[in-house]
């Protein structure tokens, strides 16, 4: 039996955890930073700052077989880079590997250099020039800062006026800020994710999020509010698009030289013109991972092992539909600083509940942040799979807020 180690702390971390402790190669998860709310769900958290690469290098060490990181900020600080010079067996994008997600220019020239279908966009580094570009591109637009934002940097402007409004915005927050202005593309979204070790590559089933805060896709950009998986409204020519997309991807960074391995998620629009590139992620989405690891039979620990040695297993899947609702801050996006009680999952309710922002309050569990946790609710059809989603939400949402349509495109 073997331990292992994942880097991160959110509802993402609490899934990739439980599909860890489902192996029966694997003894012990642990999990750092984690939450308190996964120490409910088995897994062993460890309070290291996901930043603080010396100590869970030295922890990896003596303790664990694999160390996996969930989010970007470590991946494009380099947390990979570091654990491999000290031959630590890792999974995740080294540094300059994780530029495709943590720098929107370096991805926008990765795409055309590779003729990879994407936006039209230009990147600008004045307010001046900002405003020339929205004029040039009309209205829709959107506006994009450059470098990580959580899902949270993004404006799809309907006016002048509001493309305008955000462009100030950014340059007040950052007076050197780099900005992409982008054209508005129109259709549905996916979200289309794969485990790679250079060309080697698992596909999971498409995913599909909600980033707006409210019904309906109105209101400012989030995270991601809930997602289900299969998406059962895309063809199989849609789908085959979306593989094509991944393939061509991964072929691009081996003639680039960017060789490595990790989780490679595509944004993926599917337009008039066929499908588009709205950005790369180099490592598991959240929500959709709460949506897509319950539906793998596979191993996880040996499926991911079997990568790092070059490797690609079959996908077995179990043929459900499952559907994710992220239960947030009522003031998430813009405002979370109120904490509310956060109420305890029971031992059967511990199966489809995902832990975020948790900490240990002196009266009970309190939500710290944004998000605080994803329930997550299964089916023969999505249809069943949100009802599920919605009864059990029911009981463990208290005083926090969701969106009451996630699978609403599909339905
Ligand atoms: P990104 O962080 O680039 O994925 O953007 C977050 C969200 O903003 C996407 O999931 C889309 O819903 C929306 N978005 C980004 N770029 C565009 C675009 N060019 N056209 C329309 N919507 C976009
Ligand atoms: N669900 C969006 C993301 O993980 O970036």
Redesign the pocket.
Known sequence: MVNVLVIGNGA?ESALGQAFLRSPQVDTVYVAPGNVGMSLLGLAVLPVAETDFASLIQFAQAHVALTFIGPEAPLAAGIVDAFQKAELPVFGPTRQLAQLEASKQFAKAFMKRHHLPTAAARVVTTQEAAAAAVADFGTPVVIKADGLA??KGVTVAQTQAEALAAVSQLYVDHPHASVVIEECLVGQEA?VLAMFNGIQRVIFPLAQ?H?RRFEGDTGPNT??MG?FSPAPQFSAEQLEQAHALIDQTLAGMVVDGLYGNGVL?I?VMFTADGPKIL?Y?L??????TQVLLPQVENDFYQMVQDLLAGKADDLKLDGRTYCGVVAANPGYPQDTRHSLPVLVPNEAQRHYWYPAGIVQGTDGLRSHGGRILTVIGAGNDLKTAQSQAYQRLAELSGALAFRKDIGWHAL
């Open positions: 993402r959580a899902g979200s999020d980033k995270g991601g997602a998620y944004g950005e992620n490592r598991f989405g959240d929500p959709e």
